[in-house]
């Protein structure tokens, strides 16, 4: 199995390049050559596996058992799996809830820092350190292969990235983060990690001025060079690779409880940003995986909903942003996007498969590639660009879109905190919610079975979730109450930890810098890197 592009072009990949290089050369991004099958009889032989057992089975499908071919030796792959999972506080890794008597909640934060990005990010941590080593073997030690991962957070990927790579062998970790401007819990996520090989970078500037800085970073040919930049951020194919399995996981899972239930019927719902998370539940449907339709729940950063009702991707002001600034911020922020990245491997697929005439596969496959490669360079120049009728028919066969406002997020919290279950009251955080709130829309009848992603606990999100539940004049008694049962002890006692972090700021930077405020923080975040890193 090799990656090629999704913007065409000669370029195969094996899986650990993909792995490192994150992008292709021209841009695009990389996706396997071919859907793998199924083993035949998989539903019944896969049926009773762990999760762990599981995810080795989905990712021997895309990785091949040889260091020739760029792959993993199997019992090695699964070693790797295995201490992967094992940071994780539930055995099961991905429990199914049930919520009410249709909906089923999928919890995908029982990792390290109570985010879903972790099931990604403590996997591809491991395949580094592992790829590293295997490309050290017999190095001198000045002679070893080293890389620098730079990314830039809001809060929540930052704190999955560095418990993902922290103490690994042969890398460092820079995360720039706006200075006092991520919440209490997210800060004391990455600042107390104190392992060597963690840097935390506090910047003088908004989310977007730590985005531009790293994109600085990883143009800068001659710094890049000299570094080796690695990104880990949702286009990486391994996060996507390691997403998939969680659907099968869930369809396992909800067989055993509902076995009369037709599973062809299931609505598997997704709070979406970057679309890494529902692209995997797009592979696991091609796989095989049985199921109705993929729901894209978003906040009022809606392209995706907006695609979906009209075959048009389009960049666009919502109406609370600011002119210069075309993200409005909302009570979900991990999905505050402008377009989602991941976006670009679904519209390979549309232009390949309603592609008529090409006879042979590799003619469709560098078609395809022609086509996104001109779309994305319609949204790059025009803001914009539409997919033919038979691709967005196509599009709306496997996915539906729905948009969630605050005001709906929050009525969404206090509905299903007011439900009457057996094992207490559920409380979901404001991304879930949004998921929750576009199930609601997609359900056809009272039957309709439905999956709803979880992507992050409520502890996270404290002030919102306070706000859409609790009595404004009970607030204080509500706050003991969520600080006492809501927030897990493993947070509470973070906050008191010791920190560290380097603060980027004007005042620092080299007598060199440039003359604006973004070249005096771009200078002073790249003296950092060259003091700290190897
Ligand atoms: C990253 C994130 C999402 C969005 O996932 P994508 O793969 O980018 O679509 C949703 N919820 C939470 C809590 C997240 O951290």
């Given at each position: 199995m090799?990656?090629?592009?999704t913007r065409g072009?000669d370029e195969?990949?094996?899986?650990?390049?993909?792995?490192?290089?994150?992008?292709?050369?021209?841009?695009?991004?990389?996706?396997?050559?071919?859907?793998?099958s199924?083993p035949?009889?998989?539903?019944?032989s896969?049926?009773?596996?762990?999760?762990?057992?599981?995810c080795h089975r989905?990712?021997?499908?895309f990785?091949p058992?040889?260091?020739?071919?760029?792959?993993?030796?199997?019992?090695?792959?699964?070693?790797?799996?295995?201490?992967s999972y094992?940071?994780?506080r539930?055995?099961?890794?991905a429990p199914l809830t049930h919520?009410t008597?249709r909906?089923w909640?999928l919890e995908?934060w029982?990792?390290?820092?109570?985010a879903?990005k972790d099931?990604?990010l403590q996997?591809?941590?491991?395949l580094f350190e592992y790829?590293?080593k295997?490309?050290?073997?017999g190095r001198?030690e000045n002679?070893?292969e080293?890389?620098?991962?730079?990314g830039?957070t809001?809060?929540?990927t930052g704190s999955a990235a560095?418990?993902?790579?922290r103490?690994?062998?042969?890398?460092?970790i820079f995360i720039?983060?706006?200075?006092r401007?991520?919440s209490?819990?997210?800060?004391?996520?990455m600042?107390?990690?104190?392992?060597?090989?963690?840097h935390?970078l506090a910047v003088?500037?908004?989310?977007?001025d730590?985005?531009?800085?790293?994109?600085?970073?990883?143009?800068?040919?001659?710094?890049?060079?000299?570094y080796?930049?690695?990104?880990?951020n949702?286009?990486n194919?391994a996060?996507?690779?390691?997403q998939?399995v969680?659907?099968?996981y869930?369809?396992?899972t909800?067989k055993?409880?509902?076995?009369a239930?037709d599973m062809?019927t299931?609505?598997y719902?997704?709070?979406t940003?970057?679309f890494?998370?529902?692209?995997?539940?797009?592979y696991?449907?091609r796989?095989?995986?049985?199921?109705?339709?993929l729901?894209?729940?978003?906040?009022?950063?809606?392209i995706l909903?907006?695609?979906w009702?009209t075959?048009?991707?389009?960049?666009?002001?919502?109406?609370?942003s600011?002119?210069s600034?075309?993200?409005?911020?909302?009570?979900?922020?991990?999905?505050?996007?402008?377009?989602s990245s991941?976006?670009?491997r679904?519209?390979w697929?549309?232009?390949?498969?309603t592609d008529?005439?090409?006879s042979?596969e590799a003619h469709?496959?560098?078609k395809?590639?022609?086509q996104?490669?001109?779309s994305?360079?319609?949204?790059?120049?025009k803001g914009a660009?539409?997919v033919?009728p038979?691709e967005?028919?196509l599009?709306?066969h496997?996915?539906?879109?729905?948009?969630a406002?605050?005001?709906?997020?929050?009525?969404?919290i206090?509905?299903?905190?007011?439900?009457?279950?057996?094992e207490g009251?559920?409380?979901?955080?404001?991304h879930?919610?949004v998921g929750?709130n576009?199930a609601?829309?997609a359900?056809?009848?009272?039957?309709?079975?439905?999956?709803i992603?979880s992507?992050a606990?409520?502890?996270?999100?404290r002030?919102?979730?306070l706000?859409?539940?609790?009595?404004p004049?009970?607030?204080?008694?509500a706050?003991n109450?969520?600080?006492?049962y809501v927030i897990?002890?493993e947070?509470?006692g973070?906050?008191?930890?010791?920190?560290?972090?380097t603060?980027?700021?004007v005042?620092d930077?080299?007598?060199?810098?440039?003359p604006?405020?973004?070249d005096?923080?771009l200078?002073?975040t790249?003296?950092?890197?060259?003091?700290?890193s190897?």
């Amino acid at each position: 199995m090799q990656y090629i592009s999704t913007r065409g072009g000669d370029e195969r990949v094996t899986f650990e390049e993909a792995v490192f290089r994150g992008l292709a050369q021209n841009g695009g991004l990389f996706i396997p050559e071919r859907i793998p099958s199924l083993p035949e009889g998989w539903e019944k032989s896969w049926a009773t596996l762990s999760y762990v057992e599981l995810c080795h089975r989905v990712l021997s499908l895309f990785i091949p058992p040889t260091a020739e071919e760029g792959g993993i030796a199997s019992a090695d792959l699964y070693e790797i799996i295995d201490r992967s999972y094992s940071t994780f506080r539930d055995p099961q890794v991905a429990p199914l809830t049930h919520v009410t008597e249709r909906e089923w909640c999928l919890e995908l934060w029982h990792g390290p820092t109570f985010a879903f990005k972790d099931i990604a990010l403590q996997l591809l941590g491991n395949l580094f350190e592992y790829f590293l080593k295997r490309r050290n073997e017999g190095r001198a030690e000045n002679d070893k292969e080293t890389i620098t991962v730079v990314g830039a957070t809001s809060g929540d990927t930052g704190s999955a990235a560095i418990a993902g790579l922290r103490s690994k062998e042969h890398i460092q970790i820079f995360i720039l983060h706006p200075y006092r401007r991520v919440s209490a819990v997210q800060n004391a996520q990455m600042t107390t990690v104190l392992d060597e090989n963690v840097h935390n970078l506090a910047v003088d500037g908004t989310f977007d001025d730590c985005q531009d800085i790293v994109k600085a970073l990883f143009g800068d040919k001659t710094f890049n060079d000299k570094y080796k930049l690695g990104a880990v951020n949702s286009i990486n194919w391994a996060r996507i690779l390691s997403q998939i399995v969680y659907y099968f996981y869930a369809f396992f899972t909800l067989k055993e409880k509902e076995p009369a239930l037709d599973m062809r019927t299931v609505q598997y719902v997704v709070p979406t940003g970057n679309f890494g998370d529902i692209l995997a539940g797009y592979y696991a449907k091609r796989l095989g995986v049985p199921m109705e339709i993929l729901i894209a729940a978003t906040n009022s950063n809606d392209i995706l909903q907006r695609f979906w009702a009209t075959g048009r991707y389009e960049k666009r002001a919502t109406h609370q942003s600011s002119s210069s600034q075309f993200v409005s911020e909302t009570l979900s922020p991990a999905m505050d996007i402008l377009v989602s990245s991941n976006f670009e491997r679904l519209l390979w697929y549309l232009a390949h498969d309603t592609d008529m005439e090409s006879s042979d596969e590799a003619h469709r496959a560098q078609k395809a590639g022609a086509q996104v490669a001109s779309s994305m360079s319609k949204l790059k120049t025009k803001g914009a660009f539409s997919v033919s009728p038979e691709e967005h028919k196509l599009a709306r066969h496997d996915f539906v879109s729905f948009r969630a406002s605050d005001e709906e997020t929050k009525e969404t919290i206090r509905k299903y905190y007011a439900i009457k279950r057996d094992e207490g009251k559920y409380l979901v955080d404001p991304h879930t919610a949004v998921g929750f709130n576009a199930a609601n829309k997609a359900a056809v009848h009272e039957h309709t079975t439905q999956i709803i992603l979880s992507t992050a606990h409520p502890a996270k999100f404290r002030e919102s979730v306070l706000a859409a539940v609790a009595d404004p004049r009970d607030l204080p008694l509500a706050e003991n109450l969520f600080d006492q049962y809501v927030i897990p002890p493993e947070l509470r006692g973070m906050l008191e930890l010791p920190r560290r972090f380097t603060r980027v700021c004007v005042a620092d930077a080299p007598q060199n810098a440039g003359p604006t405020q973004f070249d005096k923080l771009l200078a002073r975040t790249k003296q950092i890197i060259e003091e700290q890193s190897f």
